[in-house]
Every structure is written in C-alpha cells, then in structure tokens.
C-alpha cells in the first residue's frame, strides 16, 4: 500500500513559509525518537493540521517549535528565524494553547488575559483594553471575574485561547484545542477559529480527531512514531486511498480469511483488518452492501454489521499504517 | 477585529525580558495583596506563638528559658533576630515554594510565564525577587511583634547599615531557598519537605540562641554552619542586638552571599530541567 503523497509535497518548502522545520529530531532520554527527520513548512495565514495516534510527537513537534524542547538535530524556524538562537523574537511572534488547562489560578479570567499582555510589554490601558475586548469578542465578558477553576472545559479553553493571541502573535499553535470537549463546545471552538482563521491568522493545530483536521485545515500532516507519513490537502489525501467507498464489516470468524476473500469483491481496490472489522475500500457504491453481504455469506462468514461511508482521513492513517488513530 | 492587520512586532529582547519581568513581578503583588489577609495570618502565627509563650507565658509564671528578671529581658531580646530570620526563611516556603510546586504540579501554570519573551532563568529570578519583596514585608510584620509583646523590656541597639545590608540578602538567600525546594518537591512531598527541611532548619538556625554559645557541642556549632538560617539569624543579631556575641560580620556577609549562589544556582537549575525537555 504505498502511498505517492508520502515524498512528493513534504520534501517541497515552500517560499516564504512562517513555520519550518528541517530534518526535526528529538530523541528523549533513553531512546525514544518522539520526532524523526521531520520536514514541515507552513505558509502565512494557513491552518495547518498535525494528525496522529497517541504519542506520533505532535505535542513534542509543537514544543521544539515553541522553544520548550530543545531539538537533538535538525532546525525549527518560525518567521524564518531559528528558535533556538532566537528565542526571545519567537517567543514575541508566536502564541501558544496547551493540551491541558494551564490558566493561572491564583488569577481571574479577565486578570489572566490582562497580565499576558503585560508579560509581553504592553501598557496597562492597552492591555485592560486589549483584555475586555478579547473576552466580549469569544463570549466570556461574563465570566471576566470568576475563578479559573469555576470555568467548564469548553470555556477554559476558550479562555485559553482568547490569552494566547492577547498579544497579536504572528503564529498560533493549538495542541490538541478540542481534547475532551463535549462536541457542543467543541463546535463552539471551531467557530472561533474559524473567524480568527478569516481574520488572517496562521494556524498550527495538532490534533487525533480525523474530523477536527478535515473540517478546519487546509492541509494536514499525517505523522505516527515521529515521522511524517503524508502532507496535503484533506481532499488529495482522501483521494490518495484510491477509492471513493468504504465498507466496515464485522462479522464471526478469521478476519484476516474474510479480507482474503472480499479483496476478489467487484470494485474492491483493498482490505484492511482494523479494530475488529474489515473494512473494504471500493470504486463505486450503488447497491453495495447487499452484494457485500451475498459475497461473505457465500464464503461462509455471518456478517454482524455493516456500514457504508466515503473515505476519511482514517482511512489515510489506515492505508498507511494498518491501524487506526485510536490504537 | 482584524488580527493581522496590527501583529507585534518585534522588540529588542532586553526591552521585552525587562517588560515581562516587571509584568509577572506586578502579577505576583497583585495577588499578594488580593490575599493580604491570608499572607499576614500565615506570617505571624509561629513568631506571634513563640514570642507570647516564651516572652510574655513564661516570666509571668516564673518557669523557662533565661528565669526572670535580666535573664528574660536577654531572652526576650535575643530571640527578636530569630524570629524576623525565620520569617524570611518561611517566606521562601510558603511564597516561592509552595505556589510553585501547584505551578509545576499537574496544572503546568507556570506555562504562560515561561513561554513570556524573556528567557527562563529570568523567570526564575523573578520569583526569587517576589519572594524578597514579600520576606521583606514579613520582616516588618513580624519585628513589632517581637519586639512589643515580651513581658520584660527588649534592649535594641539598631545598626542601620547592617540591617539595611542584612534584610534584602537574608530575604533574597529565603526566597532562593524556597526556589530551590519549589522546583524540585513534587505535590505530595509537601508535609515531607516541612519534617526535612523546614522543621530542623528552623530549630538548628541560630535563632533561639546565638551561634557563638554552642562552643560547649562543637560538633554541632560546625555542623550548622551548612544552614542557610544561621548566618541569616546572626546577621540580624548583629544589626539589632550587638550585645550578644556574634559571628564576625565579615563571615555573615560571606555566609549569607555564599549560600544566595548556591541557593540560586540550584533553584535555577532545577526550574530550567522542569521547563525545559
Ligand atoms: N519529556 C519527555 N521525556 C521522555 N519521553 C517523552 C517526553 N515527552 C514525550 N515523550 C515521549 O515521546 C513520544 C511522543 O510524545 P508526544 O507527547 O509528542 O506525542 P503526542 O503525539 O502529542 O501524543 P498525544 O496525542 O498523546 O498528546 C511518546 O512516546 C512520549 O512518551
Ligand atoms: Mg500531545
């Protein structure tokens, strides 16, 4: 299952980009490579998606890029400047949300935002300003003085982010913004970045969700043991599975045989055993699953469910590596 | 609305670090006076304890340390030094340690600040600089107790440029100490920390007699000369109560000077290893 678009667009840099990394490497204490040779570039005003299981180095790639983790080789540039020689101008450029709940809570809403902006030289009237027109603007004017701890996780995160960009960075970073929300609040985020998006903003989100990188990115790097496994568009990258349909099948017995036996399924480009289930990518979906059915029912398999979707990113990541996000 | 159109631009990075320093020293005074009540509470209650038991309880019922009449007048003015140093040492604990083990804990707050345009150890130093300015004012809180509550008479005979000399480096050497157990104590080591560290500190510091009259343990005399509390406790013996004997002065500044390096150098490197992959 090779897929083209693993070399093709990621070895390419783009001029002008605001963020790069070249040949990224962290090797953790021990021996753990959490990012491998990573080559990355992202251009102005673009939201640009990392997407991977569990423990692919996102976080760890957002971290060498924001100065908390010092690389093992390779460079890191944002603004084409290298973070590493040039902390303190990166720092300036770039705003940051953690994957968890970092707010100061000896502070209230309005005072965390307040006191960003003064972290970063700003007057008291502009930051005071800067503060109030940030928390009417994401919904929160009515929380300005309640405590950090009394914020659900949604608003959390809303404030969280409302801090980072207090001081107009150049570049945002988002690791994991829509971790353990509720999908309400979770549509309430994407809105905001979808506005902050249109407002011009540069956009580094990193993320597992498959749904989150095809909504909201205009390209998506697909990494998994520290390595960049594809980088493109949603769309091209879905194109890239080579087929238009994707049947799920659950059934008793070896899946592996039922796998064997569906590749011979008309239309069928390829299997793959993923998560308790077959799933079956094909070229064309009319009048599909009942044949799907007739086919491993005369192969002697009884088939418990079955479902029918297009491609996903998921099925990207499946292609790719045999497994799914989540495991 | 726009974003773009006004992005930051870049500064000179001594400018920004000077900035961000001022801004989070200004955040931590914010929140000391939002909780003034509990920051005076939580500095007089040992010294106010102590001071009332051992100077005001114990004449008036004619038992303890130094008997009465000129021996509890010298009690009660020996333990004024004692008492403000440990103030300073407490204030290391419990306004640089303590929030920073939460900072560090599972909340990772201390985030927002490391990730200001200055670089880490500036941050570091800045709490080593809050947590004087906050010894400080706890030295002022607790000196009129010391000095006012005692039954008998408390003769001082203050050295002005020794205790001005004396309070920001004993304050500072508190706070590094207190930077240097926040960055390394993990949450649930907390009561640990105060039976290791702080408990024998405080009562081997020289607070409650002079450092000079252990001449009769010597092992002990040279052993607690690896406590940071013992030349700060001589350095205000020496500034307010000269009566009493006292470690050469030239010994105090060195002391006190040598152990604020240490200190910080410790408290910094261990605050760079928790910030820093
Ligand atoms: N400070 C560290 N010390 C040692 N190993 C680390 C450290 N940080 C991360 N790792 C390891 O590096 C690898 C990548 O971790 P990283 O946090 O970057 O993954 P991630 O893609 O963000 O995962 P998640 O989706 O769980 O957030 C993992 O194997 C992790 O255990
Ligand atoms: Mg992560």
Known sequence: MAVETAEAPASRPIENAVIQTRALTKVFAGSIRAVDGLDLSVSEGEIFGLLGPNGAGKTTTVGMLTTRVLPTSGDALVAGMNVVENPNAAKQ??????QSNTLDRSLSVW?????????????????????????????????????????????????MLARSIVHRPRILFLDEPTAGLDPQ?????????SELHSAGQTILLTTHYMEEAEQLCHRVAIMDHGKLLALDSPTRLKESVGADTEVRVAADGD?????????SFEGATHTAVVDESVRVYLRGSAGVLPRVVDHAEGAGFTVKDLSLSEPTLESVFINLTGRDLRE | MSVSTRL??????????IDAFWGMLLRDLTVLRRSMGAFVVRTIAQPLMFVFVFTYVFPKIGQGVGGQGAGATAFSSLLVPGVVAIACVFQGIQAVALPLVQEFGYTREIEDRVMAPLPVWGVAIE???????QGALASVVVFPLATFI???PVRLDINW???LTFLPLATAVGAALGLAIGTRAEPRQVPLVFSIIVIPVTFLGATYYPWAQLDPIPWLKWAVLLNPLVYMSEGFRTALTPQFPHMPVAAIYLGMAGFLVFLGWLGIAGFKKRVLS
């Open chain 2, 8 to 17: 930051a631009e870049i500064r000179p990075a001594r400018s920004a670090s």
């Open chain 1, 93 to 98: 450029l770039i705003g940051v949300v953690s």
């Open chain 1, 185 to 193: 609040s979770r549509l309430a985020l994407w809105d905001v970045l």
């Open chain 2, 161 to 163: 440029l020794e205790l």
């Open chain 2, 127 to 133: 709490k080593i600089t809050s947590g004087a300015l």
């Open chain 1, 111 to 159: 005072d965390n935002l307040y006191f960003h902006g003064r972290y970063f030289g700003m007057s008291a009237p502009d930051a005071r300003g800067r503060a109030s027109e940030l928390l009417e603007r994401f919904r929160l004017s009515d929380r300005a003085a309640a405590e950090i701890d009394a914020l659900s996780g949604g608003m959390a995160q809303r404030v």
């Open chain 2, 150 to 152: 005692p039954a008998t």
């Open chain 1, 255 to 263: 899946l592996e045989k039922l796998a064997d036996c569906l590749r």
